[in-house]
């Protein structure tokens, strides 16, 4: 419902525009002087201002003044109410930032004109800002996608399964732009306009999942109040993003799966089934083929989801977009802070370039944003960039810890066999390797150029939790 403030001092007024909006649907309230106005636009951000020119205490025309100065970001419609003589200061008013102005005595179906012309004016504004910004927001997703041949590869499969109704899985590390790839999906679809609905699935207590995905109907258990649309319900005839799909507990899955296969669901405590039309993008950090593999993902379930998979690479392996995605990044900060760091030294970017980004894209852009705030001169220099795992590559401290049991042999006083000492060194090598890839036994098999498998089989034999 529209708000409307009438800032009159005539109470006579008041009631009969009061009257007058109620009657049309509108919900509208009054004041009688320009400081409570100020003070109710600041408290209620009415979508209408009738703002008569005299009032007791300042002008229409210093409130209006008042109101653009201490609430830049109002974007409600003022109107001036004014007598045929102050004709000329309404106008003036006009040019300040008045919508229009009514010259007393008007009719009604003069005001409600006016008050229907600068709604729709909002709404044509508002709409205008939408589609710009998404247009912002697809130009700046692609660009922060690169340029390799890795990713023109990605894209080009966006291109071709965008328009379908196919769902996708995508796959890839933390922070290589899995949500970016779904919302390019969304937005190339034919269901661009229709509801897209994400649910974080690792975010969810287990007890909550079905509630959230399928909904409740009122008494179904207690606190259940009134009932409750879940996810599938929102999005239908648009898209449901499920964000890391892997962590779904099984129960959660099994019946996924049945709504996928009957496109029905059913609430919680309700016996009513109810039609969806959903398309489902999945993401997942994690290998699916090697979840199903290990028993944590249902099968059949992968098989439903995967018409079409998406394999998003890491930075390290597309080294190409790092001074690209490190510009883009560069020139965001700027804006951002308020700052003008022309580049990046050769020095700094050489630094950049040698380090192994287990954060991905999300980890570059927060070096990047970091140093922009740090550097002190017109450009960014090795000692601004903050990089928390520059000194703990694998590749690094290896030959710390061969030096570490080297001398531990020399002096070994308790005669431990070599191949005693060796499953010493694997097995701090691999715990240390996967504390530093947060648990993600792929990354670290990748930090460790070794096949994924035998990274399991490694820890097996090294009595390491899998």
């Known amino acids: 419902m529209y708000k409307i ?66 609430i830049p970001d109002y974007n ?33 179906e003069e005001l409600i004109i006016t008050i229907q012309k600068a709604i729709q004016t909002q709404r044509l504004s508002r709409e205008i800002k939408h589609l710009k910004q998404q247009l912002d927001e697809k130009i700046t997703s692609e660009n922060l996608m690169g340029k390799s041949i890795q990713i023109k590869k990605v894209l080009k499969q966006v291109e071709l399964i965008a328009p379908t109704n196919m769902s996708v899985i995508i796959q890839g590390e933390s922070g290589t732009g899995k949500e970016v790839i779904a919302n390019l999906i969304q937005r190339k679809s034919h269901r661009k306009d229709k509801p897209y609905i994400p649910i974080d699935c690792g975010a969810i ?114 080294k190409d977009d790092i001074p690209i995605l490190a510009k883009i990044f560069l020139k965001e900060a700027n804006k951002e802070l308020k700052k003008e760091i022309k580049d990046i030294s050769s020095e700094a970017l ?48 290896l030959h710390d810890v061969n030096d570490q049991y080297y001398q531990f042999k020399v002096s070994n006083q308790n005669n431990i066999s070599f191949d005693e000492i060796m499953k010493k060194v694997e097995r701090d090598l691999l715990s240390k390797t996967i504390e530093q890839a947060n648990g993600n036994k792929i990354k670290a098999a990748k930090m460790l150029n070794m096949n994924v498998r035998t990274l399991y089989r490694k820890m097996e034999e090294l009595n390491l939790p899998l």
Request: charged fraction near 30%; glycine fraction near 6%; proline fraction near 3%.
């Open 5 to 70: 403030l009438i800032v009159d001092d005539d109470k006579d007024m008041q009631f009969n525009l009061k009257s007058i909006l109620d009657y049309e649907g509108y919900k509208s309230f009054t004041v009688g002087n320009g400081t409570k106005a100020i003070k109710e636009v600041q408290n209620k951000s009415p979508n209408i201002v009738l703002l008569d020119i005299r009032l007791p205490d300042m002008s229409g025309m210093k409130v209006l003044e008042k109101l653009k100065k201490t």
């Open 350 to 397: 050489k630094k950049i370039l040698n380090y192994y980004w287990p954060g991905n894209v999300r980890e570059l852009k927060n070096t990047i944003h970091r140093a922009v705030l740090l550097a002190e001169n017109d450009y960014i220099v090795p000692e601004n960039l903050i990089m928390e795992y520059f000194d703990k590559n694998p590749k690094n401290y």
């Open 76 to 108: 409600g419609s003022i109107i001036m109410l004014t007598a045929y003589g102050d004709i000329k200061q309404a106008i003036k008013a006009m040019k300040l930032g008045a919508f229009d102005y009514l010259t007393k005595p008007f009719d009604n």
């Open 205 to 318: 207590p287990d007890t909550l999942v079905e509630s959230e995905l399928f909904g409740y109907d009122r008494g179904a258990f207690t606190g259940a109040e009134k009932t409750k649309e879940g996810k599938f319900e929102l999005a239908n005839g648009g898209t449901l993003f499920l964000d890391e799909i892997t962590n779904l507990p099984a129960d959660a899955q099994a019946k996924l799966l049945r709504v996928i296969e009957e496109k029905n669901i059913t609430h919680i405590g309700g016996k009513k089934s109810i039609g969806v039309d959903v398309r489902i993008i999945a993401t997942t950090n994690i290998d699916i083929l090697e979840a199903v593999d290990q028993g944590k993902f249902r099968e059949d379930l992968f098989h439903r989801l995967n018409q079409f998979k998406i394999l998003l690479p890491t930075l390290q392996e597309r």
